[in-house]
Each structure stands twice: as structure tokens, then as C-alpha cells.
């Protein structure tokens, strides 16, 4: 025999469920990836002074979790500015940092195996089409608000989006920020 109180509290267990999902739809942010389980972690999502790496390992995340990805080989860098020409150009990241994605996401290769032939990008070892992930054009208006450009660089193409984070609850939460461009 199942009793009333028991019935009620389910009821109102899955009301509650049902809310949060319901809520947590609506959120202006985007789900963040989590790694496989077992898979290492960065860190860089609840550390406030790596929002460019948060956005970083969120595109590579995104990229990694597609089931038909367009290029085998994948590598990234960091953008830095020339100190012969003042514009930017593309850099390896720092060790511990590329260990770091390449630990969590297997599929990632050293910036070393990726070069730019022209308007392509090719892997050093066997001439397969590439891409390079980075993030451009990349500032903080204060240490917990920042917005950029994230995504890659492939065959002429590139896949960048604009992104405000926000450093809120102890992590960079990203979403995508509108530019009010108008197309007619």
C-alpha cells in the first residue's frame, strides 16, 4: 500500500525537477562541455585569470563533441602581437597549457604539426587538411567581464563566433554576444 505522504513528496521532487530544467533552459549561458569521465580537467573554467583559456578549451570542447568532425588534425595557438610589425600573429601556448587541452582532449596535436601554406592549413607530417583553434581580439573590461572572438582558422575559412564571459559563482560562464550586425 503506498502512503499519501510518499506520493506528495514525489510529486513534489519532480515538480521541482521539472522547474530547474525548465529554468536552466532559459539561461542566457551555454552549456559548458565536461570532460569524459575519467578525462583530466583544466582548471582554466574556475580560474578568473584564464577567461582566454576558458573560451579556448570551450571551442575545443564544442569541436571535440561533434561526431563527424571536418579535420583530422586539430592544433592551437595563441595570438600575440609581432614586435617587428605590431600585427598579430599565431603562437604556440605555453607547455603546461597545451598539455594541459591536449590531456583532456586526446584528439588535440602540438601547434608544430599544423602550417599555413597560403590561404590553407596542412598537417606537417602527412598534408592533410587542418585547423587552428585560437582566440582574437580578445579583452576584459573589468577581471570578471571579457569578450572575444573564439573558434578556428581552416583552408581559407574560419569558424569564429563572438563571446562575453563572465566570471560568476566561481567559473567563466560564456554566451554568445550579440554585434547588431544588420544584413540586407
Known amino acids: 500500500m503506498v502512503r499519501y505522504f510518499d506520493v506528495t513528496r514525489a510529486i513534489i521532487h519532480m515538480s521541482a525537477l521539472g522547474l530547474l530544467a525548465t529554468l536552466s533552459a532559459c539561461a542566457p549561458y551555454l552549456p559548458r562541455y565536461s570532460p569524459a569521465n575519467e578525462a583530466f580537467e583544466t582548471g582554466f573554467y574556475e580560474n578568473i585569470e584564464t577567461p582566454r583559456l ?3 578549451e570551450y571551442r575545443l570542447a564544442r569541436y571535440f563533441a561533434w561526431k563527424e568532425r571536418p579535420y583530422e588534425v586539430v592544433c592551437a595557438s595563441e595570438e600575440k602581437p609581432s614586435v617587428i610589425n605590431g600585427k598579430t600573429e599565431r603562437a604556440p601556448l605555453a607547455p603546461d597549457v597545451e598539455l594541459a587541452l591536449i590531456k583532456r582532449f586526446p584528439g588535440l596535436s602540438p601547434l608544430t604539426r599544423c602550417k599555413e601554406q597560403g590561404n590553407d592549413v596542412v598537417a606537417v ?3 592533410v587538411p ?6 582574437n581580439e580578445f579583452t ?3 577581471p570578471d567581464n571579457c569578450v572575444g572572438w573564439g573558434g578556428y582558422y581552416a583552408n581559407g ?10 566570471f560568476e559563482r566561481g567559473e567563466w560562464r560564456i554566451k554568445p554576444e550579440d554585434l547588431g550586425i544588420v544584413v540586407t
Do not use: M, N, P
Open 54 to 56: 576558458a573560451l579556448l
Open 125 to 127: 607530417d602527412t598534408g
Open 130 to 135: 587542418s585547423a587552428i583553434f585560437d582566440v
Open 140 to 142: 576584459c573590461e573589468a
Open 157 to 166: 575559412q574560419h569558424g569564429w563566433s563572438y563571446y562575453r564571459l563572465k
